[in-house]
DNA sequence: GTCTACCAAATTGTTGACAATCTCCGGGCG
DNA sequence: CGCCCGGAGATTGTCAACAATTTGGTAGAC
């Protein structure tokens, strides 16, 4: 009650009295900063320059990198210093594959879990998604409904682990995991078809058929991309 | 003979040319320490006596702590400290799923791959374990060839991303997904006889039924698991 | 002209000291 | 008796300086 809601408008030296350690921040905003692309795949990260730009010294920014190289979304080598991770294509499409593999043990085990009324706000978010269909939405906005539409469906799963191994796992490959695939109304109106077979085979607790549709899915998306891409 | 490995007091000296860095070395050494279960799930990591331990100051150990938090192998709470991360059941049963699910995608990809000549020494490791089905062969030699061949097996898939992942996956879950289910002469009859076809269905380029073979042979290890634990 | 040795600048790796925060343990008070 | 308070010790968070290594360029020899 007597807390005084400081306003954080002001730049991030500003000593807050959270329990917010600098390395944490730092590595968020700078994955933030990577997937806004101002650091693109093989841009080199100098430490200084980034104690400089978010405000602490290079020990926070070193721990940032490192919990980072773990992710694989920056590479680190000895003495020679850590650039953003840069995927060959084999690598990226792997990356799909493991994130459709992900996923649809996910929607296995969401089929299996109990989800009494949970699923409502799932559908409301396939509703979204069905209004999109048409090419004058940014294939940008209609790939992240999907992804909206997945993590909340992996959330009745009550899968944390899985969530965010495969958070990281996307992260390292949204050139092709993105909206590159979106940019057909064919495949628009599939995709929709499938979310709406998805979410009713979770469900009726069609396990096997929810892992199927939910990898369809992704390699259907990876094709698409893939098409466009050579 | 030449080297004796329990001393190492001077190891940090000069032994070598620096081409290693501090904080990969304490990660890997703290790693197998947790491995070897100095450290159990749930222990706390104080800086201070792991920069002790290892010679070093606290900053690379903090780095270390950090690259393993993103391997979710320690658990760091901000102004608390580091702990060995312990997964409740449920969670290590997930994780068994999701190694489970890797696996069964890197065996569909090294069916998938070309593999001209490479199954000669994963063929001889089968024989190795076939020579293991005797119970007198502790549960944990056993399941230790079963690791080395499905890493020998993904080897030929020239699948990076997707090994070192499971190694961090399985690297969290070792209760389980260890050798705590091959107590049964009879799941050991059954393991041998599925890498068999798995080796075979890679051979002949089966994907499908490598992908189901190598899931059956992680879920059939986890049931029997299960089976002992409660 | 090309190759090698070597120096200087830039960058990373490491350390010890200092500041901030938490934990624990008594003592005072309702 | 139970609860709040406070301070000392322990532990983590941060920083700036120092050491080690790489890099790029330059002078010299052949």
Redesign the pocket.
Known sequence: MANSPNIAEDTMRERR?G?R???ETVAEQLVQAIKRREFRPGD?????DLAERF??????V??ALRMLQSKSLVR?V?????SVASLSDREAVEAVEIGAALFALGMRKAAEAEHECALEPVKAQWRALEEMADLSVPPKAFYRQTVLMGDALLHIATTQRLRTLLLDVRLGAPAIHGPLGFTSAELRKTSIRKWAELIDAVETRQADTAERLARELHLDALEAALGVLP
């Open positions: 009295v329990r350690v600098s390395a080199r990260l100098r430490e200084q405000g602490v010294s290079r020990g926070p070193r721990e680190i000895p003495m020679r210093g850590a």
